[in-house]
Each structure stands twice: as C-alpha cells, then as structure tokens.
C-alpha cells in the first residue's frame, strides 16, 4: 500500500509539472508577443484558446504514470535490498 501512495504521488507530481509548464510557457509567449500591425487585417472577434482532449485520456495517462512509477519503486527496493524498513542490510 506505501508503494501505490508513493507512485501516486509522483504521478501526481509528474502531472502537475507537465501541465504547469505548458501554461507557464503559455504564459510568456502570450507576454512576449509582439504583433505585427503592417500586415494586420481584420479578423474575427472569436477566439478560442488552447486545445480540446476526452477527460479520460487524461486518468488514463495518470493511471499509467502510477503504474510505471509503481514498477519503478518495487525494482528500486528489489536492488537497494529494503524490506518496508529492514535495515539489516546496512
């Protein structure tokens, strides 16, 4: 049950770096813009931003992110030799 919380947190964590870098990089293009009025010409006043992805594709990726960090950790302790805190090794 550690092992499922801890990928859970790291997918967690892994998403919100993703998606926070994406706005975050957004953000400064959207800042650092600099139109270009000699060859402006009249659009429509609608706009939309940003792309338009099903909702579970989105638990899906998380759902295979835990998976693959969950994998991650059981290798990790197979090789490091822990046993849910047995420091007999040491």
Known sequence: MK???QALLISLTLHLLYFGGSILY???LTMNYTPDFENAVAFDSK???GYA???FFFILTFLG???FCGILILIFKKYKGDK???H???
Do not use: K, L
Request: glycine letters at 10%.
């Open 26 to 28: 957004g953000y400064i």
């Open 88 to 90: 007999s090794t040491i």
């Open 53 to 55: 992805v099903d909702p």
């Open 65 to 67: 992110v835990t998976f």
């Open 84 to 86: 849910d805190g047995d």
């Open 3 to 5: 092992t499922f919380i």
């Open 47 to 49: 706009v939309a931003f």
